[in-house]
Every structure is written in structure tokens, then in C-alpha cells.
């Protein structure tokens, strides 16, 4: 069984900070990793995505993440955050054994103060 | 492509009503899946369907609850009779396959049951 457990239900950081969310999630077999955003009063959308290869995956909008597997980890990061990027981000996994439907975490919250 | 298509956008209802929502996938799409998002427990796979045959609907809280497939460009969940719990923000996404493919999600349904 596959699970996803992002770390902060709410992070808030400063326009032009680093942007940090952390993602992990637990597979017994290697898996297909995602993020997706989800702005206010609107449905998820793709940010990135791990299937095979490069481990450092880079997305829309300035964002990017990096498959860890000793980790157990895929942590999503933008160097400079920007007020539009307040949103709610959601990591999600795929179990390549099982039945393939992702897996979602609970979210988190980015907040952006200017 | 407009992308996946879903009504009402907004849906008040009493306790004990019928409430039917509608989804249309993006064409070409084989995979159709039904979320609900609720603050307390986040964002909730209900059932997913392959090529218009149900495939998994564990998710599916109680018997209150169907979802049909007739064709490949429709879908309905149905909710009947229908409580104040099942208040929530329902969710339509599709993807060409399972696994490695991107969800595409519709804009949702915000229900509101008195």
C-alpha cells in the first residue's frame, strides 16, 4: 500500500524567499510522483512529475523537485516565491505494483506575506 | 479542448433532496474519476471508472451515493437522500491512462446541503 504524508499543513514564507514544502510517502515498489496546485476556487493542476529518470524534475512556474529515494522524499522548492504563487499544493504517488491511481496527500497551504 | 467540463458549479439543496452532479471528461480520455474535498479529511478518491465500467468505488462512503458512466463523454454522481455531511467541494478529473499520466480536474461542484 502506498501513502503520502506532507509535513506542515500551512507553510508561509516572504515574496522572494525560498520556497520549501516537504513530500514523502512510503511505496513498496519505486513510484510515480506528482505535484499538483490548486488556487483558490478552482480544481488541481499538474506542477511536476516523477516517472523514471533524472531524479531532478523541474515544472511550471519556477518550481522544481527532487525524487530521493534513500529518502523516501520528494520535496517541492522555487528559489524566489512570488505573491501569485499562493495556493494550495498537493503531492500525490502512484504505486507502479498496485493499481496505479495516485495517492494524494492532505495539502499544504503556501501563504506569501509581500 | 475546454478541458473537463462539470455543473452545477454551485448546488444548495435541503436534507433529503436528490442531488445529481454532472461530469464531462476531456475527449479521448479512458480513465474518469470522482473526488470530494472536505476540510476535515482532505481530498477523497470515491470512485474511478476505466472505459465507462466502474472499476473501483470503494471510496463510495455509503449506498447513498452512485455514480454512472452511460458513454465516454458523460458521467453522474448521484447523492439520495442527501445529509448536511455531504457538504463538501466534489471533484471530476480525467487522464488518458492510469499511472504515469496527469489528472486533469474539472473546476468542482461546491455542495451545500441544509
Known amino acids: 500500500a502506498q501513502s503520502v504524508t506532507q509535513l506542515g499543513s500551512h507553510v508561509s514564507v516572504s515574496e522572494g524567499a525560498l520556497v520549501l514544502l516537504r513530500c514523502n510517502y512510503s511505496s513498496s515498489v519505486p513510484p510515480y510522483l506528482f505535484w499538483y496546485v490548486q488556487y483558490p476556487n478552482q480544481g488541481l493542476q499538474l506542477l511536476l512529475k516523477y516517472t523514471t529518470g533524472a531524479t531532478l524534475v523541474k515544472g511550471i512556474n519556477g518550481f522544481e523537485a527532487e525524487f530521493k529515494k534513500s529518502e523516501t522524499s520528494f520535496h517541492l522548492t522555487k528559489p524566489s516565491a512570488h505573491m501569485s504563487d499562493a495556493a494550495e499544493y498537493f503531492c500525490a504517488v502512484s504505486d507502479q505494483g498496485g493499481s496505479y491511481i495516485p495517492t494524494f496527500g492532505r495539502g499544504t497551504s503556501l501563504i506569501v506575506h509581500p | 479542448d475546454a478541458g473537463v467540463i462539470q455543473s452545477p458549479r454551485h448546488e444548495v439543496t435541503e436534507m433529503g433532496q436528490e442531488v445529481t452532479l454532472r461530469c464531462k471528461p476531456i475527449?479521448?480520455?479512458?480513465?474518469l474519476f470522482w473526488y470530494r474535498q472536505t476540510m476535515m479529511r482532505g481530498l477523497e478518491l470515491l470512485i474511478y471508472f476505466n472505459n465507462n465500467v466502474p472499476i473501483d468505488d470503494s471510496g463510495m462512503p455509503e449506498d447513498r451515493f452512485s455514480a454512472k458512466m452511460p458513454n465516454a463523454s458523460f458521467s453522474t454522481l448521484k447523492i439520495q437522500p442527501s445529509e448536511p455531511r455531504d457538504s463538501a467541494v466534489y471533484f471530476c478529473?480525467?487522464?488518458?491512462?492510469?499511472?504515469?499520466?496527469?489528472?486533469?480536474f474539472g473546476p468542482g461542484t461546491r455542495l451545500t446541503v441544509l
Open positions: 478529473a480525467s487522464s488518458l491512462q492510469r499511472g504515469t499520466d496527469t489528472q486533469y
Open positions: 475527449s479521448g480520455h479512458d480513465y
